[in-house]
């Protein structure tokens, strides 16, 4: 005799070999990087309030600050890569590679460019230009090594929280 399977019994076993849908996406390391970017830029505001005492909205969105979405967001990223892929394969190696360069890159390159080039500029001008008497442009292009390890901490605890609550 034939069987016959349901329209219940084939949703049942369905249901059974995949997980329920979710909202939030399934991929740790990817989770984890957008976690730790918005958490960082998050911040952003009450760091610069902290610091120059003004608060300053705009910080949420902006480039430059403590602390540093960038390196929180690569951080995470390599971390969480390592946490569920292990730190011998290739894809952990590129993510702590492209941490490596994203980091350097923020504490050292773009630090000093953003001290020396604008106030370079403003400092070379004539005497008899309109913003020779500007006063000193701020420097936030970049960020300390202090802030860039700092931040690194933050997207490592993003990392290990957002792996473990899988």
Known sequence: MDEVMTAADASASFRSGSSPPSIFPSNVPLLSAFLSLALAQFLNPFTTRFKEKRWDPRRM????????????TVTALAVAVGLQEGISGPTFAVALVLACVVMYDASGVRLHAGRQLPNQI???????????????????????????????VLGCVVAFVVGNSN
Do not use: K
Request: aromatic share 0%.
């Open 61 to 72: 969105v902006g480039s430059g600050g403590m602390p540093s979405s960038h390196s929180a």
């Open 122 to 152: 403003v400092c070379e001008l004539p005497p008899e230009h309109p913003l020779s008497n500007a006063r000193p442009l701020r420097d936030s292009l970049g960020h300390t090594p202090l802030q860039v390890l700092a931040v690194a």
